[in-house]
Structure formats: C-alpha cells, structure tokens
T-cell receptor, first 117, second 114 residues
Framework: AQKITQTQPGMFVQEKEAVTLDCTYD???????LFWYKQPSSGEMIFLIY??????QNATEGRYSLNFQKARKSANLVISASQLGDSAMYFC??????????????FGSGTQLTVLP | ETGVTQTPRHLVMGMTNKKSLKCEQH?????MYWYKQSAKKPLELMFV???????ENNSVPSRFSPECPNSSHLFLHLHTLQPEDSALYLC?????????????FGPGTRLLVL
C-alpha cells in the first residue's frame, strides 16, 4: 500500500482565493511527521510546513496551514489568498520509523497547482 | 538564497562517460541525502550520510557511487549510466541530531543520459 497518496494530479485556483491540496497517509507508527514541499519549475524543493503526529494544534506558516485530521489520516495543505507565484508542484511527505531509516522521507506523487490571474 | 547548492545544474552525458555531481550545504548540518526524481514518479531516496558515514543505500545500482568527504560536501559519482537514469537529482541536508527534523533541498541537477 502506498504510504502517501495525493489524489489530485492538477488543481486550478483563482488568484486571491484559497485552495486545499489533499494528502492521505498510511502508517502504523504512532510517531511520525508530515511535510509539505513546493517545487517550482526550476526544480528546487522548498519546505513549507511540518506537522508532528503528537502536535495538538494544526501547523500554520504564513499563508500555509495544515489541516491535520489524525483519525482520517489526512494532512491537507491549505493555501490562503493564492498568488501567481504559488503555481508549482506540491508534494506531501511523511517520515516514520517503519521500513527503513528514521530519516527517510516518503513522498507522494504531487499536485500541480496553477493559479489563474 | 538557498543554503544548499548543487553543481552542475544541467548535465548531458553519454553512457560511457564518467561525471560527478556536487552538493554543498552552508547550514551547518550533519546529514546529507541524495534523491532521484524521475518523470511521473515520486522522489526516491538513494543515499543518506550522517556525520560523514553512509547510513542508507536504498538498493541503488553500483554505477552510482556517493562520496561524503566532510559534513558540508556530498558527491555522486556517475559511470556507465543508462538512459533510464535520466532524472532530476536532488541533494538535501538536515541537522542530523534527530530524526525529527526537516530536510532542506538544493536546486537539483537535471541529468540527461544519451
């Protein structure tokens, strides 16, 4: 079974509106971390936000927030007030202690976000 | 400006060539990583170094040979590659003091094997 599932290959959003990018995960480790990265066409993976499995509150970083629903095993990224520069590929990733190095990140297949003017 | 740099940014090589990719991090980190990103596939971890010691090799073919001379530098030596090795190769680093830490990526090297 895939550890990280991103079901939206592509998403469109109007500039200044909010958008939610979906991510579901699968692990039996009670201690894990969830990450979102942004990859513009230039290729660099830019870290956006982190959520630990024991964190009581949803993580927020500026216009980015993570809607963490532990029981549903989902960690959706919400981008508020979209900007043209937000157009990029977005990857959800997870780190747990199963099946490999504790440092290993498992990435989803990504969602290509396009912000329309 | 990124704290992780990679050179070259683009590389075209023949299957009989030998080349090296270089990664340098300016963040004072102790763990460094090589990832491969192929078209339409999720990122795949290749190698992990922690305090200059290789701690992970995810069944990577021997035509890829990593080298970590110090905590700031990581190389990926390439020889007799195949066309299917064409991909974006990303380097990352993290503090290395805990598994609970964020990895920071470089801009990547786009490799084309002819």
């Amino acid at each position: 079974a895939q550890k990280i599932t991103q079901t939206q290959p592509g998403m469109f959003v109007q500039e200044k509106e909010a958008v939610t990018l979906d991510c579901t995960y699968d692990t039996s480790d009670p201690s894990y971390g969830l990450f979102w990265y942004k990859q513009p066409s230039s290729g660099e993976m830019i870290f956006l936000i982190y959520q630990g499995s024991y964190d009581q509150q949803n993580a927020t970083e500026g216009r980015y927030s993570l809607n963490f629903q532990k029981a549903r095993k989902s960690a959706n990224l919400v981008i508020s007030a979209s900007q043209l520069g937000d157009s990029a590929m977005y990857f959800c990733a997870m780190r747990d202690r199963l099946g490999g190095s504790a440092r290993q990140l498992t990435f989803g297949s990504g969602t290509q976000l396009t912000v329309l003017p | 400006e990124t704290g992780v740099t990679q050179t070259p940014r683009h590389l075209v090589m023949g299957m009989t060539n030998k080349k090296s990719l270089k990664c340098e991090q300016h963040l004072g980190h102790n763990a460094m990583y090589w990832y491969k990103q192929s078209a339409k596939k999720p990122l795949e971890l290749m190698f992990v170094y922690n305090f200059k010691e290789q701690t992970e090799n995810n069944s990577v073919p021997s035509r890829f040979s990593p080298e970590c001379p110090n905590s700031s530098h990581l190389f990926l030596h390439l020889h007799t590659l195949q066309p299917e090795d064409s991909a974006l190769y990303l380097c990352a680093s993290s503090p290395g003091t805990s598994a609970e830490e964020t990895q920071y990526f470089g801009p990547g090297t786009r490799l084309l094997v002819l």
